[in-house]
């Protein structure tokens, strides 16, 4: 060979080793972008896809496979990709991958060394193949299947174990068919191809295991906050499922006013994140009940505490029934040893039975009384104060007033079945919950949940409760929070002390709660004009709640 050729062959092979490194550069540099990019997704199955297009992006693979080690022993197919057949499984082409699970020990106990995917996941050590049709020591009998019902020609094969932090096997990455990137010919896999994919397969595995620990984390705190709002339906059936029913319609009313785009609220907008932080607020946001006592939170007549002490005062009058009617035998047995007159006789008897009519009519007052439904007239209160005075003699023989000072304040109560003490110990939950939820150590993307929690009780006109904020003080979505709390009580057919409103009837009282400062106009205008209060009600009221809605006659709503 002449100098001029020998020169020529090495100027080639300069060129091609700088072209070869070069290249290998600037796939080094895909594989950083890929690590940071991995380290950034949330969503399991875009993960998932991620990791399988980026290994096959790096090798130039034209097909290639995830499977993840279940807690069975066997590897899941998870994403299965072929760019020549535009043949795409699972992931989020939402069409599942209908292979069987490949197992990682046969029937007789021994590791399945015979599936290349199984062998890399038991060894934990990559396996490149330049031909599945020549390579011995594995079955590859599925894959001359797959070639077989499709026409495609499997050829070189490079199984990477995917291996955590923790050296632990957490799924295997298979890639098929290698691409010479000038000639498109299917090649084997080179050394290079494989370093690249084992970095990519070592920073996916981190990666996803990453994922999963944050996903189970937070279905752990998800779990806890059930557990928790479960406790309270358990204290109390009537609160249960308030604390599942408002979170939703939370929901429903700011995803409705994020779609708006016009208007006074335009700006407002949610990420993944900020629908994430709104729905554990909403979850939370009466977990303070835990502290309320039952017999206050299921109070369901003004003379309930642990029972109803009306049988106690249904007791008192049968004792002055009896004793109207052992005055009336004394008194006869004196007319009759006086020898007086049959009229004097039906004289006592008629007072003796205006006495007993007088009772039975004070009794079924009383009962009305205990009731709670509306609100107490005047003379109403007035008598009930006569009636406290009435004597008797209780068990150990001492005379008495008929009412005692606490059965007189509470069946005196003006509306409801709660003394003023008993609503302060229902009111204090929520700042019960503000202390609990801000003794909690928050992530950054979940820092505003006490805020959003602590808010449902405040008004925009600043006479609400515990801090007596105003509507500029509030944010967005605690004012959201606010309209969904008092519509799904207005609504609640599980309350002890009333039935569920309809429709119109609560839009009737929101619209009021509207005009008079309660809650937020704009907020409420949403809610009405997107009639998030109908898809709320197909999915919890019953069908006689459900009525006609004459949007034109809702206190300050215009349509």
Known sequence: MSSASIESTQGLRLIAAAEAGEDLGQRLEQLNAIGASLSAERDINALLESILSAAKTITRADGGTLYRVTDEKTLRFEIVRTTSLKYYLGGTTGTPVPFYPIHLMGKDGKPNHAMVAAHAALTGKTVNIP???????????????????????????????????????????????????????????????????????????IALTNRMLIIQLEELFESFINLMNTAIDEK?????????????????LAEAVSDMGEGPLASFSMSDKDRYELKIA???????????????????????????????????????KREAEIELLKEKALLVAHGAPRAEHDAADARHRERIRRFDE??????ACNIGGEAMREPDIERVKVIAQYRWTDISGHEA?????DELKNLTIRAGTLTGDERQI????????????????????????????????????????????????????ARVMGIADIFEALTAKDRPYKKGKTLSESLEILGKMRLNGHVDPDLFDVFV??????????LFLDKEQIDDVDEAKIPGYSP
């Open 426 to 477: 229902i009111n204090h939950h929520i700042v019960a919950t503000i202390k609990m939820l801000e003794a909690l150590p928050w992530p950054k993307h979940l820092k505003s949940v006490p805020e959003y929690a602590g808010g449902h009780h405040e008004r925009m006109d600043g006479k609400g409760y515990p801090k007596g904020l105003t509507r500029t003080q509030m944010s967005v979505q």
């Open 236 to 252: 109390s059936p009537y609160t249960g499922g308030h604390c599942q029913r408002v979170p939703q319609l939370t929901m429903m």
């Open 282 to 320: 909403g979850l939370l946001h009466d977990c303070g009940k835990v502290t309320t006592p039952v017999h206050v939170v299921d109070k369901a007549t003004k003379l309930e505490t642990i029972y109803d002490r009306i049988h106690i005062v249904d007791t008192r009058f049968e004792v002055l």
């Open 362 to 367: 004070d009794r079924a007052f009383l009962r």
């Open 131 to 205: 031909d599945a049709y020549t390579a011995e020591g594995f079955d590859l009998s599925g894959t001359r299947n797959f070639d077989k019902k499709t026409g495609y020609r499997s050829k070189s094969f490079l199984t990477v174990p995917m291996k955590n932090h923790e050296q632990e096997i957490i799924g295997v990455l298979q890639l098929i068919n290698a691409q010479d990137p000038k000639t498109g010919d299917i090649v084997a896999f080179s050394a290079s191809d494989q370093r690249l994919a084992e970095s990519l397969a070592s920073q996916a595995a």
């Open 401 to 405: 007033n008929f009412l005692s000072e």
């Open 529 to 538: 004009r997107k009639q998030v209060y109908r898809k709320y009600a197909e």
